[in-house]
């Protein structure tokens, strides 16, 4: 059975409090207190973020830019700037020209930006997307205003907890209908053998220890 809050170290319960402080929320709130596992919901555990079809009703954190998630679910630039991680995969967009960047700029909201893009942009705003959160957010920083006009403000999902289990062949499955980001934050998770996790959405998973067999 996996571990708890309780039996963490002190280093490891520091951890788990610091990604609670960057997700926004206090230490001690949490979505599921105790062991959360499979087998107490017919083998399968949804989370998700439609209101009455989640097993767990997430924690709505808020935020008003791309950069304010990147704060609470992303990889900070200093990672790549410092040398510490290479970028190498992550996939950045083409550029975006001055002109057609002012262009989409002049849109009255977001329906009228929605119409501007063509389908490349589509694919391109969301390519800038995730490289803004999971890369070097400078490398994208033109896209910034498109990026905020088209997926900011909105929400995070968050499904912080003690201990999560996933039995022999049980599931757990994580996601967005409506494409909003969802983040994980658990002591501790285990996954037995023919156990699955699969996420279906933009989502960061966080564990203080985590259990899988080889």
């Given at each position: 059975m996996p571990g708890n809050l309780a039996?963490?170290?002190?280093?490891?319960?520091a951890n788990?409090?610091?990604?609670?402080?960057?997700?926004?929320?206090r230490p001690d709130q949490l979505a599921h207190t105790g062991l959360l596992k499979t087998s107490d919901f017919g083998g399968k555990i949804v989370l998700t973020t439609q209101p009455g079809q989640s097993h767990i009703e997430p924690v709505i954190v808020p935020f008003h830019s791309l950069a304010e998630l990147k704060q609470m679910?992303?990889?900070?630039?200093?990672h790549y700037t410092a040398?510490?991680?290479?970028d190498r995969h992550i996939e950045y967009p083409?550029?975006?020209?001055?002109?057609?960047?002012?262009?989409?700029?002049?849109?009255?909201?977001?329906?009228?930006l929605r119409t501007h893009l063509t389908d490349d942009e589509h694919a391109?705003?969301?390519?800038?997307?995730?490289?803004?959160?999971?890369?070097?957010?400078?490398?994208?920083?033109?896209?910034?205003?498109?990026?905020?006009?088209?997926?900011?403000?909105?929400?995070?999902?968050?499904?912080?907890?003690?201990?999560?289990?996933?039995?022999?062949g049980q599931t757990v499955e994580i996601k967005s209908p409506d494409g909003k980001p969802v983040a994980l934050?658990?002591?501790?998770?285990?996954?037995?053998?023919?156990?699955?996790?699969?996420?279906?959405?933009?989502?960061?998973?966080?564990?203080?220890?985590?259990?899988?067999?080889?």
């Amino acid at each position: 059975m996996p571990g708890n809050l309780a039996s963490l170290s002190s280093a490891q319960r520091a951890n788990f409090e610091a990604a609670q402080t960057r997700l926004r929320l206090r230490p001690d709130q949490l979505a599921h207190t105790g062991l959360l596992k499979t087998s107490d919901f017919g083998g399968k555990i949804v989370l998700t973020t439609q209101p009455g079809q989640s097993h767990i009703e997430p924690v709505i954190v808020p935020f008003h830019s791309l950069a304010e998630l990147k704060q609470m679910v992303g990889v900070p630039d200093e990672h790549y700037t410092a040398g510490t991680y290479s970028d190498r995969h992550i996939e950045y967009p083409p550029p975006v020209t001055p002109q057609r960047l002012a262009f989409l700029q002049d849109s009255k909201n977001i329906c009228d930006l929605r119409t501007h893009l063509t389908d490349d942009e589509h694919a391109n705003l969301e390519t800038a997307a995730r490289a803004f959160v999971l890369g070097n957010s400078a490398k994208v920083a033109a896209y910034a205003p498109l990026l905020d006009a088209h997926y900011a403000p909105s929400t995070l999902a968050v499904f912080a907890g003690d201990a999560l289990h996933v039995e022999a062949g049980q599931t757990v499955e994580i996601k967005s209908p409506d494409g909003k980001p969802v983040a994980l934050n658990f002591a501790a998770i285990q996954v037995d053998a023919g156990g699955q996790i699969r996420v279906l959405c933009q989502a960061s998973i966080t564990a203080q220890t985590f259990t899988a067999p080889n």
